[in-house]
């Protein structure tokens, strides 16, 4: 099945640092999303992007199809970014579900 | 007006119980899922239903089932439940036929089995 790396695996960073995201994946897809999860556990969509550049607020992505990679981009971090952020892919069609990244654990200091 | 709901938010059981979960979307969407979280926060697919096709992750156990009783709602069952079992499950929605894959997910159930 389809392969997906993320990277950092943990990143620590103070209040007001930018950070850079990666996802790689193995195949080509037809979904790709970005989650945050924040400390509650809730799994909230940052994004769906499979291809191309979306931005919302101080947050963007950018998939590269044809590369196999995705980053996600958070400027002016604040504490409530902190979380776990998953990269999801899903090849090809039909009913299949997201193949998930294990995920990075991202720390924001005050 | 949640899109996709799920109840319990928390379950605890004994080992050997059977249980449900119950999962509805109000997105109109024609494809619902299940995921499992386990320990390690690593999120797994488990089901994919479609219109009456059912897509089972064949490393799920066949004591866990999906049952749909209409488009809106994926419900989970589980018999005899494992120690193994205690993870975070959660429901999610799609719509297919539109051409964006994107999928909707719910506020998870936390299942501790003791």
């Known amino acids: 099945g389809i392969q997906v790396e993320q990277s950092p695996p943990d990143l620590i960073l103070q209040e007001g640092a930018n950070s850079t995201l990666r996802c790689n994946f193995s195949d080509s897809v037809n979904n790709l999303q970005w989650f945050h999860q924040n400390p509650w556990g809730q799994l909230i969509n940052l994004f769906y992007i499979p291809s191309g550049t979306k931005q919302n607020g101080r947050l963007s992505a950018t998939t590269v199809a044809t590369e196999r990679y995705s980053l996600l981009y958070i400027s002016s971090s604040q504490t409530t970014d902190s979380g776990v952020y998953f990269c999801a892919v899903r090849p090809g069609g039909g009913a299949d579900g997201l193949t998930f990244g294990k995920g990075t654990h991202l720390i924001i200091q005050p | 007006d949640t899109a996709v709901s799920q109840t319990p938010k928390y379950l605890v059981t004994q080992m050997g119980n059977d249980k449900s979960i119950k999962c509805e979307q109000n997105?109109?969407?024609?494809?619902m899922y299940w995921y499992k979280q386990d320990s390690k926060k690593f999120l797994k697919i488990m089901f994919s239903?479609?219109?009456?096709?059912?897509?089972i992750n064949e490393t799920v156990p066949n004591r866990f089932s999906p049952k749909s009783p209409d488009k809106a709602h994926l419900n989970l069952h589980i018999n005899s439940l494992e120690l193994g079992d205690s993870a975070v499950y959660f429901c999610a929605s799609s719509q297919e036929k539109r051409g964006s894959y994107e999928q909707y997910f719910g506020p998870g159930t936390r299942l501790t089995v003791t």
């Open positions: 239903y479609n219109n009456k096709e059912l897509i």
């Open positions: 997105l109109g969407h024609d494809t």
